[in-house]
């Protein structure tokens, strides 16, 4: 728990977000700022900002976001129809919430609306 986290803050209550799943490493949220009809984060409670601080134990973090994303996937009813998973790293990966975090991204055709 960071203090100053925005997102840790979400997570024990301080502040509130919009929850689509909870398990005991992650959670996942809807963005604030949608860019797509489905715009959702997927968070590990841990407080770790970016991957280049991982040692080797934390790397089980990225398996634990992968499982709450299909999860959430199919939750949001977007599991079939497809969907972009995004994670910003530093200033110049655009990443704002200093909090690893994996971006879903579905609910169109994102290759149609120029994102990507
Ligand atoms: P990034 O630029 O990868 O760090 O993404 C941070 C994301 O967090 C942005 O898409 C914001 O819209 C989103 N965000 C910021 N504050 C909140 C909040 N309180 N609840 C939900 N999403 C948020």
Redesign the pocket.
Known sequence: MDSNC?FCK?NVGE?P??FVYRDSDTFV?????P?APV?L?VIPTVHVERIAEFCCEDFSIVSAMFRAAKEAVQIEGIAERGYRLII?QGEEG????PHL?M?VLGGMHLRAMGMG
């Open positions: 925005i979400i502040i977000g919009d949220i809807r963005d604030i700022a860019k715009h984060l910003n655009g990443q704002e919430v975090h971006h």
